[in-house]
């Protein structure tokens, strides 16, 4: 076992250097980025003009380099966008991933109906985009996923009005995902020992709770970023407060299918 510190150098121009601590197992196959330039190409990703001027207006604290980075994604991906909302990062990986991979931009049944016409304006503008719908606990894809991306949501699963199982849910994404694949979530840190007891408070959870949620589907955890933590936000407050709205401690977390 060894554990790298990656200085992001895309990076810095939106978020400052940003550090990523990756933990790996020695040998393990993992996924790796083939030979491309990722500099141009995820920078041609952000100067699309099919970009949103309020999306746009977000990169800064969103880092979408680092997260791209951290993903590893690569031209001809297969990624799934679970529940992508208005699609801020369907467009980016859109544009990344081009016309030989594939976007799956999964809306939950639930929300479907604000939100599949979102999905399918997405799927008009980027044709190697996917609209999807339909349970998160029994989802599955046409084909096998290089990546599986959830930023924000995984906490609102675990409230009880979106009738979800979160452990048929991860198996669902586990199964989807090929040999050597990453689960990225990204979501609003809670404190410490509060599991998932302030989701619909709060919007919160803790991240270690998460964590243990997610390897007991048989992944195994592969790293954290650093990009959009803020040790300024207690995680006391509502994530919709304006006093840290966009601006809430986030942990970013990447899990990996063995194989």
């Known amino acids: 076992m060894r554990t790298l510190i990656l200085a992001v150098g895309a990076a810095v121009t939106l978020a400052g250097c940003v550090m990523i601590n990756v933990t790996e197992d020695d040998g393990a196959p993992g996924r790796h980025v083939s030979h491309f330039d990722s500099d141009a190409t995820y920078a041609a990703a952000l100067a699309d003009p099919r970009r949103p001027a309020d999306e746009v207006a977000r990169d800064a604290a969103r880092a979408p380099i680092a997260m791209m980075e ?14 992508p909302e208005e699609g801020y990062f369907t467009r980016l990986f859109a544009g990344v ?8 931009a999964f809306v939950p049944t639930r929300t479907a109906t604000r939100e599949t016409p979102l999905a399918q304006g997405l799927a008009a503008t980027y044709p190697n985009v996917v609209a999807m719908e339909g349970a998160l606990d029994a989802m599955t894809f046409s084909e096998p996923l290089d990546a599986v991306f959830m930023v924000q949501e995984y906490h609102d699963f675990h409230i009880p009005a979106f009738g979800v199982d979160v452990n048929r849910m991860n198996k669902a994404i586990y199964d989807a995902l090929k040999p050597g694949g990453y689960y990225v979530v990204i979501d609003h840190a809670g404190r410490a020992g509060t599991g998932n007891a302030e989701v619909q408070s709060l919007h919160r959870i803790e991240g270690e709770f998460l964590k243990r949620e997610v390897e007991a589907a048989g992944f195994v955890f592969d790293g954290e970023s650093d ?29 990996r299918k063995p194989g």
């Open 227 to 255: 990009a959009i933590r803020n040790p300024q936000d207690d995680r006391t407050i509502n994530v919709f407060d304006e006093r840290i709205r966009h601006r809430t401690d986030q942990f970013v977390y990447r899990f």
């Open 97 to 104: 991933v081009g016309p030989n991979g594939r976007v799956y």
């Open 70 to 83: 951290f993903v590893e994604l690569r031209p001809g991906d297969k990624v799934a966008d679970i529940r």
